[in-house]
């Protein structure tokens, strides 16, 4: 069973990184995978795994830098954010 | 509870897909361990909803809700055409399963909330409904399109198999 949340542990933590997904999308897999392979530490949330109260705010949060709500969705620093899978747009925000 | 999720199920569902695609000109994506997954994430749903909702959407959980987003959703051929792949990518356009073209990540084009959550669509003046001359009413699939005349809506689309509640009156 996934966890709907959780840390992950990594040598770049420069970029407070929080990972929006859904545990049933591939794409979101394969975001996961690339910042963990890259080591960037950073929060996740599979939103799909919520119960529903929690699940609104989240979406709330979310909706505030992509306004479709939809995954995966990366945000930085609490300042940028990343729409699904871009490698080369989160090697360059994040520094890599 | 449903049924367990085992690679053989999936592989079925796979095979399944796969003939269905192509009988109506339509491609799974070759990647077969990433079109693999995105089954597994279909049955997955189809376990907690009772419907197979997009895997890479989120579902609201109510089928009248979720009604765009049941695979293959309502977006699925619009996006297709404009990027060669449905937003998951489980269907892909030839170029795309040939290697022409390259697979880019697709935006959302599903209105946020789904079109449930947007001002109610204006209602056809009646006159607008299409009939036969025989007085047929004439139905249209929202996912490819397929028209029919019957008194009804077919209980599955003979083209791409989506239930009969994807259907609308044609006008
Ligand atoms: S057609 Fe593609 S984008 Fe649409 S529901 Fe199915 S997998 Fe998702």
């Known amino acids: ?96 | 509870m449903s049924a367990e999720i085992t690679p053989e199920r999936i592989e079925k569902v796979y095979q399944r897909l796969d003939r269905e695609a192509k009988e109506a000109a339509y491609n799974l994506n070759p990647d077969k361990s990433f079109t693999l997954g995105l089954v597994e994430g279909l049955l997955v749903n189809e376990g907690r909803y009772g419907y197979w909702a997009c895997p890479c959407r989120l579902a609201d959980g109510v089928r009248e809700k979720d009604l765009d987003i049941i695979c293959p959703c309502d977006y699925r051929d619009p996006d297709l055409d404009e990027y060669g792949a449905c937003f998951c990518a489980l269907y892909v356009s030839d170029d795309v399963r040939d290697g022409k073209q390259e697979l880019t990540p697709v935006p959302e084009r599903r209105p946020p909330g789904g079109p449930t959550a947007q001002a109610e669509e204006p209602e056809h003046d009646e006159e607008l409904v299409g009939f036969t001359r025989s007085g047929m009413p004439v139905w249209r699939c929202k996912v490819c399109g397929y028209l029919c005349a019957r008194p009804q809506p077919p209980l599955k689309c003979p083209i791409c198999k989506v239930d009969k509640d994807r259907f609308e009156r044609f006008a």
């Not at chain 1, 990594?10 to 859904?22: D, I, M, R, S, T």
């Open chain 1, 1 to 96: 069973m996934v966890e709907s949340r959780g840390s992950i542990p990594g040598a770049h933590q420069k970029h407070l990184v929080k990972f929006y997904g859904l545990s049933t999308c591939i794409w979101c897999r394969k975001t996961r995978q690339f910042l963990e392979d890259e080591s960037v530490a950073f929060d996740f949330v599979y939103v799909d795994l919520l119960e529903s109260d929690e699940r609104e705010s989240v979406k709330d949060e979310i909706r505030k830098w992509n306004p479709r709500v939809s995954f995966p969705t990366v945000v930085i620093d609490d300042a940028q954010c990343v729409i699904g899978f871009k490698a080369d747009e989160l090697k360059q925000v994040l520094g890599l």
